[in-house]
Structures are given as C-alpha cells and as structure tokens.
C-alpha cells in the first residue's frame, strides 16, 4: 500500500495528465531525494516544467468565471512580467515550495497574498510615515500597529474598511471584517488566449556559502564552490484573473482595484521581488468584450444574480396578472438602479428581458420606459 | 403542521474552511468534523446566515416568513416577544462531506467517497428518485471506480493518491452515484463521472487526515517585510471541487398576512442556484460554493 516503486514508473504519463503540484511536493524519485544524480533531479523538473493545465480545467475555470458575473464583483486579468514564486517557504523535495492551486495543480495567485500586498502597499505609500507625526491626510491609511503578536493600534477609516481591523486589547477599536474579498486569482487556460507554459525551471547559486552558513562570521570569499539549487517557478507570460468583491459597494471595489493594480505592478507579488519576480501587468479588458459578443443574452441572464432575480420577479407579476403600468412603476421603484449598475453584456440582457416583459402601449410610462431602455443602451 | 424536506448539494468552488477555531493537532486551525465519525461537515447555523443574506432580493414579507424577523435590540434584552414575532419558516440542517477531491499522479484528482459516506448521504436523500443502491462494503484497501475513470493508471491498473497506492475494481454503482449527484449539476455530469471514486471505510478515513488542503500562512512585518515573529500559522480547508450533501426542512409560513405553504418556502430558498461564500476566511477568497437541489418532484411531504 506505501510508496511502491512501482511509483517511479507513473513518471511517464502524459503531461496532460500528471497533478504537478502533488509530484512536486510527494513525487519526487528517489534519485533525487538522496542527491545521488544530478540528472535525475534535472529530467525530473524538465518534466514537471512540461506540464501542462489539466484537460477539464477550463472547464472549472469557465464556471469560476460565471460565478463572478455580478456587480458586487469586478474583475480584470494580469499578465505576469516575469517569473512568479508564492510559497517558497513551504516544503517540497527540492527545499523550495511553490504554491498551486490544491485540486487542479495550476498555479494561483492566492487571495491571503493579494490581500497581504495591497494592504501593506496602501500604509507604506499612502499612510503616514512616522508614528508620531501628525498627518490628517494620510491618516485614513494607516495599517493596524503591532507589538509582536498583538494589535496595540487600530487602522485608519479607509484600511479598516478595505482590510478589517483585530480587536485590541484595551477595547479602545473592535474587530471589523473587511468589506472587500479578495479571491484566488485563478490561472487564465490557454483557449482563452495566448497559451503560455505553466512552469519554468530556475536555479539559485549560492557562491559564498561559508559566509551565509556562517551567519557573517566568516569573510565572503571567492574560494568555495559554488552551489547550484535548481527548482520551479511559475513561467513568465502566465495570465490570471483578479477578483475582488464587496457587496454594495462599487467605489470602495474600484478603490481596492486600483491599489491591487499598483501593488501588483510596482511592488510584485510572492518571493524574490527584489529580484524582479512577480511584476505583473494589467491586461485591457479586450479579451474580455470578444468572449462576452460570443455569449448569448439568455447565458448572461442565468449568471447574472440581479437579472435571474427580476427575471423571477416578472414572471411572478405575469402570473399574478399584474397590469404594466404599476408593474412598471414598482420596477423603476425598485429595479432601476440596480440595472443601471450593470455594464456591458448585463446591461444587453436586461434590455432583451424588459422587451420580453413589458410592452407599453401609450402614456408617460411609455416614455419613461424608452428612456430607460436607451440608457441601458448605451 | 406538515413538514417539508428537500436535499441541496453543496459544490465548492474555492477552500472551504468551516473550522473550530482552535487546536489540539499540528493545525492551527483546523476544520469542524463530526465527533463520532471525523467526517467534515458545514453546521447548518453557517449556512443559513449566508442563504439570509443571499436570498435579500425576495420581498420583504417572503423573506421574513423563511428566516425569521431580524431582532430589533440585539443581546439578551432583545429576547421579549413582540407583536408579530415568529419564527422562520425554515430550517437549515448540516452539510456533510460526500466526497472529497483527493489529488491524483494520474487525472489531476479523484473525487473519493466510501460506503459510509453514502450511506449518510443515502439517508438524507431518501424520498428523491433514482437513489442508487447501498454500496457493499468490501475488504480494503480497494478502490471501486466506474467505466473510463481517468484516474486509473492504465499501465498499472492502479490508483496513485497522495501517497497511497490501491488495487482496482470496477463496479458499475459507483457510475450510478457520480451520474445521480450530477443531476443537480448537470453541467458536471462529465466531470464527476470520470474521477468518482468509492474506497474502503479505513482508507477513506485516512484520506479524511491526511489529503485536507493545508495552508501555511504567515503575516508579514511592514516595517522589516519578513515574518512577524510568532505569526506563522496553519490552516486547514476542504478543497475546491468538494461535495456536500444537506438537507433544507421546511413548514407552512407563521407570518401573519404572508401565507406560504412548506412547499414554497422550500421553492423561494432553492430556486436557482446560489452562491455563497460559507465558512471563514472569507475576505481572502475562501468557502465561495454553490448550492444546487435536485430537479423532479418532491414527494417526501410528512406529516
């Protein structure tokens, strides 16, 4: 039942197949682990860096996609400039971990990392920069203050409200969640656009070793050898796509947006960023307006909670025989600025649903009505 | 009074950390299992909070008569009657794990269950139709898998999970279980088919440990951009892809001038597919889940 060495064999799966976050983490050979070969640890991350998104990804990721299809959510997709590294720290056979989405072994951008960047990128470039010194204007971005492991100081209006707040001990600010949530920024398959490989190899050489091991002790010298570490990092080129929510709210989205787009621009996300990785770049929303031509409005009804919401609701008034005039003033009572909160494709549906229902013969609702529907137009 | 009942599956789309707060274990923070069988499981109180507030676009009267009046004073002064106070029309009962996405050497991940599982999961479906027959159970470790599972090694015959390695039995209920849970996603029909796996009870137990999602995460010093000292943590999480299964209750409406029969309760709190984002570490993307129901009639009316 334990490791077989029948496990040795699998090696020769197609790509395709392989989970490359699990043979990283648990499958290494064991020529690798016991250092005995140094090819054999270079096939093995040749091929793991040979993967490739597994085949029913996109499907889960289609499905990810539409569950963000609302005006709570804003989305948008970022193109990593260079290598990418989350998770270094954690343990793999080769010493250096690498974070991938758990079930599908793709990389991701987690949330908990997108959240941590931009909230310490706000109170380092925003907030104020000492202490002591008085600074209304920056006030509203300071970060929480910690002494080791506890809160002494709550966060300034604006951080509270986009990262949350810890309850302090003197009960002088409480805990508040954050209004905004961060997800997963998935990895964007390849039939979306440009395919780009997953993972790449990359080497770290230690060339002055006695001095690291050392703790300074020993002068830095140029007569050790040199010590190559070779292990993986997600590839340049890789897409993914952003995701923050915040019920409610679309300034304070827009907000956070803009902080994580700046974040993730100047200050690159996971490890090594003074190195260079982790420099992402924000994508134009084109790709996005290609794939929504291509969706149908009955698609963009089902996805889009507030339109399968009032789709609901008209059927409901139909059945109930409801006569259009009140029908219609109840809706711009209570519909209308949810709709005009909609953009793009969502906007194009509820046009298409409110021709299906209504059907206005004469009076001023009628004007109002073709008013409505031209600005949903628009 | 009749009460009504009616089964929601629970597909999430993100980690899923329902958890206890605090630690015995090597995990900070672990997830909630049920006592007795250490199968994870979502309390019912989680999700009924989150379905409240998904569920705000009904009317006002609709939405007080399923969930019951919001207090108006919260705290133990808040506990007097009122005119007109009732109580919710519904009840939310707990989602318990039915089969969890195990990573796989071959075919990405395996969506494992085991015979008591389902038998739970049989228990809470009962009344539906089409509910596959009890899986037997069988000398372990073994795993039974359906036609074209592509999780299978096909060199070996064999299934490489985590760090287990089991022997291989095809078995055509196991199609019938992954075909039957898809109803209420059809659009996952393909892809629970083709990775639904039943293995033995000990070595789902095992897997229950053991093949959970652990994070590491740290928080990190504005000041120094290291580790703050002392805040390294681990988190544990379902995975995305898992199943649960639950059950919705229902009676008629106790709102006065809101009559609703148990029936449309039931209709107004499954009526299309919801999102929620259940559990906790929410702000940072984790527990987002669909909640679906079966389609058919429902003819599990008590009395």
Known sequence: MWLASSRERWGRSAPEQAHAGLEYTRGAPLAVLRNEDPDARENWLARLARCKEPARYAHAYRRWRQSLHSPDTLCFTVRALGRVLVGHGTSAATRVGLTLQHTWGVPVLPGSALKGLTAHYVQTVYGPEADDREEPEREPFRGTTWKDTRPIRAPGALFRRLFGAPDLDDSTGKATQGEVIFHDALWVPAEEGRGAPMLARDVLTVHQRRYYESGGQEWPVDFDDPNPVSFLTVAPGGRFLVALEAPGDRPLLERAEHYVKEALEHWGLGGKTAAGYGRFAREEPMGDHASAAARSPAAVLQSTPVLAELKTWLEDQRARKVGQRPQFQQLERDWKERLLELTGEGRQAAVYLLKQYFNLKRGEEQQRMEELLARLST | ?303
């Open chain 2, 1 to 303: 009074m009749s009460m009504e009942t009616r089964p929601y599956l629970l597909h999430a789309l993100s980690p899923l950390h329902a958890g206890t707060g605090r630690s015995v274990g090597i995990i900070d923070l672990p997830i909630a299992r049920l006592r007795a069988t250490n199968i994870p499981f979502i309390p019912g109180s989680s999700i009924k909070g989150v379905l409240r507030e998904a569920r705000r676009g009904l009317p006002e009267g609709e939405w007080e008569a399923l969930f019951g009046p919001l207090r108006k004073v919260s705290g133990a002064e808040g506990d007097e009657a009122w005119e007109g106070d009732h109580a919710g029309a519904l009840v939310v009962g707990d989602a318990r794990l039915v089969a969890l996405p195990v990573r796989s050497f071959v075919g990405t991940f395996a969506l494992v269950s085991s015979p008591l599982l389902l038998e739970l999961a049989r228990r809470d479906l009962k009344g539906l139709e089409g509910v596959p027959e009890r899986l037997k159970r069988v000398e372990g470790p073994l795993a039974r898998v359906g036609k074209g599972n592509v999780t299978v090694a096909p060199e070996h015959g064999k299934l490489f999970l985590e760090d287990l390695d089991l022997d291989v039995q095809e078995e055509p209920a196991v199609e019938a279980w992954a075909r039957f849970l898809a109803r209420a996603l059809p659009e996952e029909e393909e892809l629970m088919r083709e990775r639904f796996v039943v293995v033995d009870d000990e070595t789902m137990s095992f897997l229950l440990e053991t093949a959970t999602q652990v994070d590491t995460r740290v928080r990190i010093d504005s000041t120094t951009g290291s580790v703050a000292e002392g805040a390294l943590w681990q988190e544990e999480s379902l995975p995305a892809e898992t199943l649960l299964v639950g059950v919705l209750a229902a009676g008629p409406s106790l709102r006065q001038k809101t009559p609703l029969g148990a029936g449309d309760v039931l209709n107004r709190a499954l009526r299309e597919t919801a999102w929620l984002q259940l559990g906790g570490k929410a702000t940072v993307g984790r527990g987002r889940c669909r909640m679906a129901a079966w389609p058919g009639p429902s003819k599990e009316s008590r009395r």
